[in-house]
């Protein structure tokens, strides 16, 4: 097989609303301005970046761009763990953020405006690093199911508003306004499960909890750190529990969210390790990078520099 040097352009047309796919004609003239070799392929449903991934790599490619957000570099990191062509490791990823989140980008100081991002696609040799990725096994309709992940992932309270949101996207109803809708409603209707957390075969947590954050990153939801010591290439998962904590005291501690001070309040636990193991009683639904991906129980483990990115660290 021919190693290509080029780069496999994946444009996901669902991220930003749209946006990406709009902005795509802009960013491909900064591409060629910069002398950058590539052919692009447009995403056209849910998921498709993960097939455009695996194709692009059957092909010869070992440099994925990625035009969109979160979701769409889960989508192509997935293609890369899906594929046996070659080591997921030996794959480069670039991103363009066009996201709404855009916490990865933000997690790897990837600038927002498009000529700058060029610009590190264009040294990417200089700005190539590994990190590292978390294997999470689940459950999907009764069935074992497996996804990789690239940042955050999450249970209790946060994959509550996923699983709403995904369910309204199944019914056509998407953006901004639909979400801020489904964190509310997710909000005020969910109570604390009882969860079992164990962290390299030792129990860690026992109790009800309003959420379990396990980071490869430290940013989630467009800036909120729930894993905030998180480092993205040191062979570990952190881990944080918010526990028992009213709903009201909980709106009042948001801003440490943002602040990255979270571990401050007596109600939240936080450790870190090589593999966890979740339960939830009666069971928990699992999101990975903003994406709902099954239900308790759930085995998360860490693939040690699981894949070469482009970063402005």
Known sequence: MTILSAWRVIVSSRSGGGKALNDWPKIANMLKNKRIAFSEKITDHAYHAIELAREAV?????????????????????????????????????????GSGNDWSRLHAIPSDYDSAVGLIAEAARYTRVQDVARVDTRMDGKPYCRFMMNIGGLGFDSEVCHRFDLAK?????????????????????????????VDGKEFYRGPALSVALGIGKYCGGGMMQTPEAVPDDGLIDVTVVGKISKAKFLRKVPSLFRGDIYKHKEVTHTRGRSVDISAAPYSYMEVDGEPVGITPVHI??????????SNL
């Open 58 to 98: 059957r092909e010869g490619f070992r440099k994925l761009l990625v035009i969109g957000g979160d979701g769409a570099v889960h989508e192509v990191l997935n293609g890369l763990y899906s594929q046996r062509e070659v080591s997921p490791s030996e794959v480069t990823i670039g991103l363009i953020p066009v």
């Open 170 to 198: 199944e019914r056509g109803h998407a953006g901004d306004r639909q979400y801020l809708k489904s964190l509310l409603t997710g909000f005020f209707s969910y109570k604390s499960l009882k969860f079992r957390v164990d």
């Open 301 to 310: 483990s860490v693939i040690p520099a699981g894949v070469q990115v482009v």
